[in-house]
């Protein structure tokens, strides 16, 4: 079992940028996966970002290629998402979730809001 939590969301302006935390708990947390999701009001949840178990590959959404980092690090169990040049289009609740393999994802943070404001 893996337990998640994000922190890090907040109001901000267009242009700035945001770091968010996902803090796991469990041992097995060095051979998960990581992944950022987000949804956006009335809209259905999509994929951001995802970290390999070793941290070697990283994928991005196009939307936020170039602008989004994510990053592990094992020691801290913690996952992050670096995010710069926001706009109000990334406007949404972030979800960081924990899974076997890239394609699927067991275990979910409760979330946390980001807003961007123009």
């Known amino acids: 079992q893996v337990q998640l939590v994000e922190s890090g969301g907040g109001l901000v302006q267009a242009g700035g940028s945001l770091r968010l935390s996902c803090a796991a708990s469990?041992?097995?947390?060095?051979?998960?996966?990581m992944a950022w999701f987000r949804q956006a009001p009335g809209k259905e949840r999509t994929f951001v970002s995802s970290?390999?178990?070793?941290?070697?590959?990283?994928y991005y959404a196009d939307s936020v290629k170039g602008r989004f980092t994510i990053s592990r690090d094992k020691a801290q169990n913690t996952a992050y998402l670096q995010m710069n040049s926001l706009t109000p289009e990334d406007t949404a609740v972030y979800y960081c979730?924990?899974?076997?393999?890239?394609?699927?994802?067991?275990?979910w943070g409760q979330g946390t809001q980001v807003t961007v404001s123009s």
């Open positions: 979730a924990a899974g076997v393999t890239l394609a699927r994802y067991d275990f």
């Open positions: 970290i390999t178990s070793n941290g070697d590959s990283t």
């Open positions: 469990g041992r097995a947390y060095r051979t998960y996966a």
